[in-house]
């Protein structure tokens, strides 16, 4: 796995020297913040490899609960007219279908609405198959990893900036899987806390400082 | 389509969706799943659009049943299908 190590000013320059680097986009990376100070932030950029993952995907046997899962979304996007593969992301739990192919930007939707109602019709059709409280993720083109990796740096970044200035900041309304990535990156951030205000659709994440008492 | 209807529909897929993903910082009770139906059935204009009101009702009963949220969050899904639906025949 190809990474490497960035280091500038602010976050952005230390991403963007890592990215330099290595000759990749942010869109293909994931990123570590190693260290954070006022002058120097220090980053690990490591490369996600979908080519090394699908190697895997072809040698590695799918257990068969996981094939059975992705053959019957194989089925139901084919009774929907859609032309695309679907394959079980290696490693993964729980369980996490990938969809490809051609101009599939329908079956992600606005925000990701139609990629979410097609992860609960899967649910529900392959629900006999799982374990009580197992559900299976679907993932069409990455746009839900890619929107995980684009919400934790919004959060890195916000956490920056409320340690600088000390004032709480707002987020954008998002998803709940959003969100949640959003509590993860900053979980162990001794400095700042995560927490999420409002009613849904417009639930936000409100990144403040942490109080010297929590 | 009917705009209030709509958007009170996909407020009431929205916590459903939010109850199965769970963000880590709250807990959606079923009660509220129900208040976010109970406030789509309340409206005048779905009584004139067929199926609507009948799969709030069922997506209502499933999750007084314990069904699974995404089980829920398809019956809306058809709810706000019928809704379209309804509009594009009237």
Same mark, same amino acid.
Request: charged share 30%; with cysteine.
């Given at each position: 796995?190809?990474?490497?190590?960035?280091?500038?000013?602010?976050?952005?320059?230390?991403?963007?020297?890592?990215?330099?680097?290595?000759?990749?986009?942010?869109?293909?990376?994931?990123?570590?913040?190693?260290?954070?100070?006022?002058?120097?932030?220090?980053?690990?950029?490591?490369?996600?490899?979908?080519?090394?993952?699908?190697?895997?995907?072809?040698?590695?046997?799918?257990?068969?609960?996981?094939?059975?899962?992705?053959?019957?979304?194989?089925?139901?996007?084919?009774?929907?007219?859609?032309?695309?593969?679907?394959?079980?992301?290696?490693?993964?739990?729980?369980?996490?279908?990938?969809?490809?192919?051609?101009?599939?930007?329908?079956?992600?939707?606005?925000?990701?609405?139609?990629?979410?109602?097609?992860?609960?019709?899967?649910?529900?059709?392959?629900?006999?198959?799982?374990?009580?409280?197992?559900?299976?993720?679907?993932?069409?083109?990455?746009?839900?990893?890619?929107?995980?990796?684009?919400?934790?740096?919004?959060?890195?970044?916000?956490?920056?900036?409320?340690?600088?200035?000390?004032?709480?900041?707002?987020?954008?309304?998002?998803?709940?899987?959003?969100?949640?990535?959003?509590?993860?990156?900053?979980?162990?951030?001794?400095?700042?806390?995560?927490?999420?205000?409002?009613?849904?659709?417009?639930?936000?994440?409100?990144?403040?400082?942490?109080?010297?008492?929590? | 389509?009917?705009?209030?209807?709509?958007?009170?529909?996909?407020?009431?897929?929205?916590?459903?969706?939010?109850?199965?993903?769970?963000?880590?910082?709250?807990?959606?009770?079923?009660?509220?799943?129900?208040?976010?139906?109970?406030?789509?059935?309340?409206?005048?204009?779905?009584?004139?659009?067929?199926? &609507?009101?009948?799969? +709030?009702?069922? $997506? *209502?009963? =499933?999750?007084?049943? /314990?069904?699974?949220?995404?089980? &829920?969050?398809?019956? +809306?899904?058809? $709810? *706000?299908? =019928?809704?379209?639906? /309804?509009?594009?025949?009237?």
């Amino acid at each position: 796995m190809r990474s490497a190590e960035g280091r500038g000013r602010t976050l952005d320059e230390a991403v963007d020297a890592a990215l330099i680097e290595l000759g990749e986009t942010r869109r293909n990376v994931d990123v570590k913040v190693l260290r954070e100070s006022p002058d120097e932030t220090v980053v690990e950029v490591v490369v996600i490899d979908p080519t090394a993952e699908a190697t895997a995907s072809s040698a590695t046997p799918v257990n068969g609960k996981a094939e059975t899962v992705r053959s019957l979304l194989e089925g139901l996007l084919k009774h929907m007219g859609v032309r695309a593969s679907v394959q079980v992301r290696v490693g993964s739990d729980p369980i996490t279908l990938d969809v490809s192919g051609h101009d599939l930007g329908a079956l992600i939707g606005w925000r990701g609405e139609t990629l979410r109602a097609l992860q609960s019709v899967t649910n529900v059709m392959v629900g006999k198959h799982l374990n009580e409280g197992e559900r299976v993720i679907v993932d069409v083109e990455r746009y839900r990893q890619r929107r995980e990796h684009t919400v934790r740096e919004i959060a890195l970044r916000a956490a920056r900036q409320v340690k600088m200035t000390g004032d709480a900041i707002t987020l954008d309304a998002m998803q709940a899987f959003e969100r949640r990535a959003i509590h993860l990156a900053l979980e162990g951030d001794p400095d700042v806390t995560s927490s999420s205000i409002g009613e849904e659709p417009e639930r936000r994440v409100v990144v403040g400082p942490r109080k010297p008492a929590e | 389509m009917s705009v209030p209807a709509a958007e009170r529909i996909r407020k009431a897929i929205a916590v459903v969706n939010a109850a199965a993903d769970g963000a880590g910082d709250e807990e959606i009770t079923p009660t509220e799943i129900a208040e976010a139906i109970r406030d789509c059935l309340e409206l005048p204009e779905i009584a004139s659009i067929p199926n &609507v009101r009948k799969y +709030l009702g069922e $997506a *209502l009963d =499933a999750t007084s049943d /314990g069904m699974p949220a995404d089980f &829920v969050a398809m019956t +809306l899904y058809a $709810a *706000l299908g =019928a809704l379209r639906e /309804g509009h594009s025949l009237n």
